[in-house]
């Protein structure tokens, strides 16, 4: 049995929570928000995000943030992403050296164009960081549905660790070493997911959104090897696999923001609608300076900038990304002749 506390009491957070619970660990649930506390300590369900899910009796609910980080073996990042460096700063000064720390947020801060756990490396450099990822919705994952993961660490060593925690008979987990392609994959497919719920939102076919995926995912992978990422991991469940899912679900909160702005609402309605972060709206600016930093042509996420930011019509954005110049898909294939 692990001491596993959770930092951020959303629905992700708290469908990982009764797993690790179900899983025979002492799990701890922490919220900066004493609404939320509250709500999970009298009806031991979070009404808003997972209704109709219990939390198992074993679950502690914790305000204090120093006791619920004291003598953890894993402490999760499961706070939203614009909110992963200030809770980080929150317990830089008890947080004990080797402390494993396992991120579950997907972003890429503004400013520094950094992923996640760097931010959590930078601020905490003694711990020892790793990320969950993969193609997995908190509704589904918090009501047993079989689903897939990947773990990435610095080391073999704590991200077997990782695996033995979270592994349960119907959540399968692999490890990889790759932990900038997995932290890329799993912030650059939200954007990727807005652009297909905008397709959805217009009515448009299978054909288009089988399309967008494909290059979107295209995208990813030119970017992510350009930061030294590996090819492989985008061809894995944080990558196509994650995308897939977020792509084509009616639990994606970017894919219903996408849906919503292809029917013609703004994005601020779109966001007071969900109202929920929508981290593809947070990620694309930062995905597009990412782009221009690293000279990689990404043409999809240059148009979801500019319907987001730049009041473009979706209908121009499409046409514009169907019009470009003709190219060869991948130019490091050869001709034989």
């Given at each position: 049995?692990?001491?596993?506390?959770?930092?951020?009491?959303?629905?992700?957070?708290?469908?990982?929570?009764?797993?690790?619970?179900?899983?025979?660990?002492?799990?701890?649930?922490?919220?900066?928000?004493?609404?939320?506390?509250?709500?999970?300590?009298?009806?031991?369900?979070?009404?808003?995000?997972?209704?109709?899910?219990?939390?198992?009796?074993?679950?502690?609910?914790?305000?204090?943030?120093?006791?619920?980080?004291?003598?953890?073996?894993?402490?999760?990042?499961?706070?939203?992403?614009?909110?992963?460096?200030?809770?980080?700063?929150?317990?830089?000064?008890?947080?004990?050296?080797?402390?494993?720390?396992?991120?579950?947020?997907?972003?890429?801060?503004?400013?520094?164009l950094l992923t996640l756990c760097d931010i959590i490396s930078e601020v905490l450099p003694k711990a020892d960081v790793a990320v969950l990822s993969g193609p997995s919705h908190a509704e589904e994952v918090s009501k047993g549905v079989p689903t897939t993961v990947v773990v990435g660490a610095h080391t073999e060593k704590t991200a077997t660790f990782?695996?033995?925690?979270?592994?349960?008979?119907?959540?399968?987990?692999?490890?990889?070493?790759?932990?900038?392609?997995?932290?890329?994959?799993?912030?650059?497919?939200?954007?990727?997911?807005?652009?297909?719920?905008?397709?959805?939102?217009?009515?448009?076919?299978?054909?288009?959104?089988?399309?967008?995926?494909?290059?979107?995912?295209?995208?990813?992978?030119?970017?992510?090897?350009?930061?030294?990422?590996?090819?492989?991991?985008?061809?894995?469940?944080?990558?196509?696999?994650?995308?897939?899912?977020?792509?084509?679900?009616?639990?994606?909160?970017?894919?219903?923001?996408?849906?919503?702005?292809?029917?013609?609402?703004?994005?601020?309605?779109?966001?007071?609608?969900?109202?929920?972060?929508?981290?593809?709206?947070?990620?694309?600016?930062?995905?597009?300076?990412?782009?221009?930093?690293?000279?990689?042509?990404?043409?999809?996420?240059?148009?979801?900038?500019?319907?987001?930011?730049?009041?473009?019509?979706?209908?121009?954005?499409?046409?514009?990304?169907?019009?470009?110049?003709?190219?060869?898909?991948?130019?490091?294939?050869?001709?034989?002749?």
């Amino acid at each position: 049995m692990r001491n596993v506390t959770f930092l951020g009491a959303g629905s992700w957070g708290t469908a990982l929570a009764i797993l690790c619970a179900n899983n025979g660990h002492k799990v701890t649930i922490w919220s900066a928000v004493e609404s939320e506390l509250d709500m999970l300590r009298t009806n031991r369900e979070h009404k808003d995000r997972l209704p109709g899910v219990k939390l198992p009796d074993s679950i502690e609910i914790e305000g204090d943030l120093e006791k619920a980080c004291t003598d953890c073996d894993v402490l999760v990042f499961s706070v939203a992403s614009p909110f992963v460096r200030t809770t980080a700063e929150r317990i830089k000064s008890f947080v004990k050296e080797g402390q494993v720390i396992v991120n579950v947020a997907k972003g890429i801060e503004d400013g520094t164009l950094l992923t996640l756990c760097d931010i959590i490396s930078e601020v905490l450099p003694k711990a020892d960081v790793a990320v969950l990822s993969g193609p997995s919705h908190a509704e589904e994952v918090s009501k047993g549905v079989p689903t897939t993961v990947v773990v990435g660490a610095h080391t073999e060593k704590t991200a077997t660790f990782v695996q033995d925690v979270f592994m349960a008979p119907n959540f399968r987990v692999y490890t990889s070493p790759d932990m900038i392609g997995i932290e890329l994959g799993g912030s650059l497919k939200n954007v990727i997911a807005l652009a297909a719920g905008i397709l959805d939102g217009m009515e448009m076919g299978d054909n288009t959104k089988a399309a967008l995926m494909t290059r979107g995912i295209a995208e990813i992978a030119r970017l992510g090897v350009e930061l030294g990422a590996q090819i492989e991991t985008f061809t894995g469940l944080s990558g196509i696999g994650d995308l897939i899912v977020t792509c084509t679900s009616v639990h994606s909160r970017n894919h219903n923001c996408g849906y919503l702005l292809g029917k013609g609402k703004t994005l601020e309605e779109a966001k007071k609608e969900i109202n929920q972060v929508i981290e593809g709206v947070n990620t694309a600016q930062a995905a597009m300076n990412l782009a221009n930093k690293y000279h990689v042509t990404m043409p999809i996420v240059e148009q979801i900038n500019a319907i987001l930011f730049d009041n473009k019509p979706p209908k121009q954005a499409m046409a514009d990304l169907l019009e470009r110049d003709k190219v060869v898909e991948y130019k490091s294939l050869k001709w034989d002749r």
